[in-house]
């Protein structure tokens, strides 16, 4: 079975927890800092809808070296043979790098060294030019590098080794833009949630899903729906605001389930979900409602996935009386919401939360106090083989106010 590699975001803890979520610790090992190999059929590997991962990678071999003149030479002597069992026309080339010692006027050194020996077999060569040590998305789909003619190398330190991986499919950015900036009812007031995210928050929900389920769903787009019920669950978002968890929850396959306490952010997802769904058919249903998640009775709710009450959208350093006060509330909000909602789930009933975390200083962080009293309320926090909990976080450098991504099975 050929392994693959793939390339994760800017926070990558998030994506290896996702991949170790859906697919076991047991099939994922991280590779360096921002990358993942996978031990699973690529087959069964949903690239579209992982939220965590920004390209999808076939591994081609691992090098008993990190030295960049002996991977130049490695690179040098398989090149033209490998370019000559491409199709006819010309080729392109592009070089990614991760964790090695090696400058950007070094790969483009190299990427020329490579390309002068391809042409010696009499292909015709284009080299993409690095900007940066990985090329980016963009480039990948302007330049064509995942289709027949193309060839994007990754060349990623592991320890005293060189993971080589060939990427085979990069994120729709497209899709992505097009599911955030084109629905037709967005509040900057309640945030933004990346769709991205919210697929990282289904699929921690979600947890290892079986093989069966997994079965050919991979070649269809994230922005199409899968055209049957895949999974049978129901995924409710008791904070669901414009309904972005809902939308992404749809795209995978899943019943959706929206509460909120406003009425308008219930007509705002109403209004974004008849958007996704006015030119597919969509085997699903779809349940909304008005509903104060400290007090409502839900039915029938299998996977909960939600971005919780964040708080005041703070833009620079609160007092610390105001920080304590918006704490303070946001913990009672949501403790409240835990325990009305503990006795409406089965027992091994998975959640995801996000949560509000307080950038403090650098990389310094205030959590909500409940995390310390989960288990007194019906509540185990899973543990990851590859990640900590205090990673399990998505914020910019700049930002305050942070999403704390909580996992949680009910007792």
């Known amino acids: 079975m050929m392994n693959s590699v793939l390339i ?22 991280a590779v360096g800092s921002n990358a993942a190999l996978v031990e699973v059929d690529p087959c069964l590997l949903a690239f579209d809808r992982l939220g965590g991962s920004t390209k999808f990678c076939k591994h081609l071999t691992t090098l008993d070296t990190t030295n ?24 392109r080339l592009g070089l990614s790098v991760i964790g090695l010692d090696v400058s950007v006027k070094q790969i483009e050194a190299t990427g020329l060294t490579v390309k002068k020996a ?13 900007k940066e040590l990985e090329l980016n998305t963009a480039q990948v789909i302007h330049n064509q590098l995942t289709g027949p003619t193309g060839w994007e190398l990754y060349f990623i330190r592991d320890g005293d080794k060189t993971v080589v991986a060939q990427t ?9 833009t097009r599911r955030d900036r084109g629905r037709p009812k967005r509040d ?4 933004m949630l990346p769709p991205k995210l919210a697929q990282i928050i289904i699929n921690l929900a979600a947890g290892k ?10 070649d269809i787009p994230a922005g199409e729906p899968i055209p049957r019920k895949y999974f049978e669950k129901t995924v409710l978002d008791s904070f669901c605001g414009t309904g972005v968890v809902l939308q ?8 959706v389930y929206g509460t909120d306490l406003e009425s308008r952010m219930v007509e705002y997802s109403h209004a974004n979900l008849d958007w996704l769904t006015s030119d597919q058919v969509y085997d699903a249903t779809i349940t909304l409602e008005p509903g104060d998640a400290t007090n409502h009775q839900w039915k029938d709710v299998d996977v909960v996935a939600a971005e919780t009450y964040l708080g005041r959208p703070f833009t620079s350093q609160p007092p610390q009386e105001i920080l304590n006060q918006t704490v303070s509330e946001c913990n009672l909000i949501i403790k409240k919401f835990l325990h009305n909602i503990h006795g409406q789930l089965k027992a091994g009933t998975r959640l995801c939360l996000a949560v509000p975390a307080w950038q403090i200083k650098q990389n310094q962080f205030k959590h909500l106090p409940l995390l310390d009293s989960l288990e007194e309320i019906g509540y185990n926090r899973i543990e990851f083989e590859r990640v900590q909990h205090g990673d399990l976080l998505y914020y910019r450098a700049d930002q305050i106010v942070a999403r704390e991504l909580l996992v949680l099975t009910t007792k």
């Open 209 to 218: 899903l079986p093989e069966e389920q997994l079965q050919n769903i991979c």
């Open 8 to 29: 994760l975001g800017r926070q990558p803890a998030l994506g290896l927890a996702e991949l170790e979520s859906l697919y076991g610790s047991e099939k994922v090992s």
């Open 118 to 130: 391809v042409k010696k077999t009499g292909r015709n060569v284009r080299l993409v030019p690095n």
């Open 248 to 255: 992404e929850a749809l795209l995978m396959g899943y019943d």
């Open 168 to 176: 085979v499919k990069v994120q729709d950015i497209e899709s992505y």
């Open 68 to 91: 960049w003149k002996q991977i130049e030479k490695f690179l040098v002597d398989v090149s033209p043979g490998h370019s000559q069992q491409m199709p006819e026309g010309k080729m």
């Open 188 to 191: 900057t007031r309640v945030g």
